[in-house]
């Protein structure tokens, strides 16, 4: 019996995002996907690349419909939107995967510092993260899974082992990420414009991110400290993906070896995180289109640092396919179905 399943907000790049990959997962039916925007088009009018996969329409939010019809729901709406909708969601006994960043993080006070006032904070408690490669057994049984951001899940994953092990200096960790113009989402901005990003290359909300707290709070988890990091992210011309350099002390000159065999480690059985043979690093256009994560890194022994790579799609295991596999694990799936995927190359 396929999984029902509605994605609300679903006309934006994550929304989709969804849709493509969903078209391709045989324990999935997506039987509702809402728009205000676009209520009462066909999807393929407004996506035409989805023509011979949907014969769905567009509708107006409506829980009731959701609800009835649904098991699990993805909300894909602005931040604030998704504090206000989930609440309802979760009373009507459905499963939900928030892609904003509502739920994120457990501290209301440091969500309300960085983002706005939040509505339901009873539901941080609820709410797991879903970086599945840490967090696979909650995920298992969530009701709520708050699905990470896209330059947290690139940042995380490469330090998270490397942390957890005491390899590195948690006060030393600088995060320089850049990003595709998917990631700022598909509503029309100046800053977006294509004679704006086309051969320019550029930092913005330069220690200011929004992701920065989501990203201190995992990586202070990791080693029980509290972790501050410089985190600066990039926007490039190209449409998606993201590329993460970290540089970071470590400690007790441990070597290169050792710290490329604790990522090891600590990814052995999780399928779509790729540590690099030595020597190799990742490439953004090898990730195109997929749920991977590829991590490369090299020490540099003259100052005694670590520098690492990880690359990912922002679109993908950055958003919308690690947001089914949460799904596929909160159903009792094998968390690799419906994302299997090779990259989009060239």
């Not at 901005?189 to 909300?205: D, G, M, Q, R, T």
Request: proline content about 5%; aromatic content about 8%.
């Amino acid at each position: 019996m396929a999984i029902k399943i509605s994605i609300i907000g679903a006309s934006g790049y994550t929304g989709v995002e969804l849709m493509r990959l969903l078209s391709d997962h045989n324990e999935a039916e997506l039987v509702c996907v809402t728009s205000r925007q676009y209520a009462g088009k066909k999807v393929t009018s407004v996506f035409p690349s989805l023509i011979g996969f949907y014969d769905l329409e567009f509708v107006e939010p409506n829980i009731e419909l959701i609800s009835n019809n649904s098991e699990v729901v993805f909300t894909c709406v602005p931040h604030q939107t998704a504090m206000d909708v989930v609440p309802t969601l979760l009373k009507k006994g459905l499963k939900v995967i928030d892609l904003s960043a509502d739920f994120r993080i457990s501290d209301k006070d440091v969500y309300e510092k960085w983002y706005q006032s939040h509505t339901s904070p009873d539901l941080l408690k609820d709410a797991v993260y879903g970086l599945v490669e840490i967090y696979r057994d909650k995920i298992k049984t969530a009701r709520l899974v708050a699905n990470p951001g896209c330059y947290p899940t690139s940042t995380i994953l490469p330090l998270y082992p490397l942390l957890k092990e005491g390899l590195i200096d948690e006060h030393s960790i600088i995060v320089d990420s850049k990003s595709g113009t998917s990631g700022a989402g598909r509503s029309l901005s100046h800053a977006i414009l294509f004679c704006e990003v086309n051969e320019a290359f550029k930092a913005y909300k330069i220690a200011e991110h929004r992701h920065t707290p989501e990203i201190e709070q995992e990586l202070s988890k990791a080693c029980g400290k509290n972790v501050l990091i410089n985190f600066t992210p990039h926007l490039v011309p190209m449409s998606r993906g993201i590329l993460t350099t970290i540089y970071a002390n470590v400690k007790n000159n441990v070597s290169e070896d050792e710290l490329r065999q604790a990522l090891s480690n600590f990814y052995n059985n999780s399928y779509f995180v790729k540590i690099l043979p030595k020597g190799q690093f990742p490439n953004v256009l090898n990730v195109r289109g997929t749920n991977f994560c590829h991590i490369g890194l090299k020490k540099d022994v003259r100052t005694n640092r670590v520098i690492i790579i990880s690359a990912i799609d922002n679109l993908c295991k950055g958003a919308s396919g690690q947001a089914i596999q949460n799904m596929n694990l909160m159903a009792g799936l094998d968390e690799k179905v419906g994302l299997m995927q090779p990259g989009l190359y060239p």
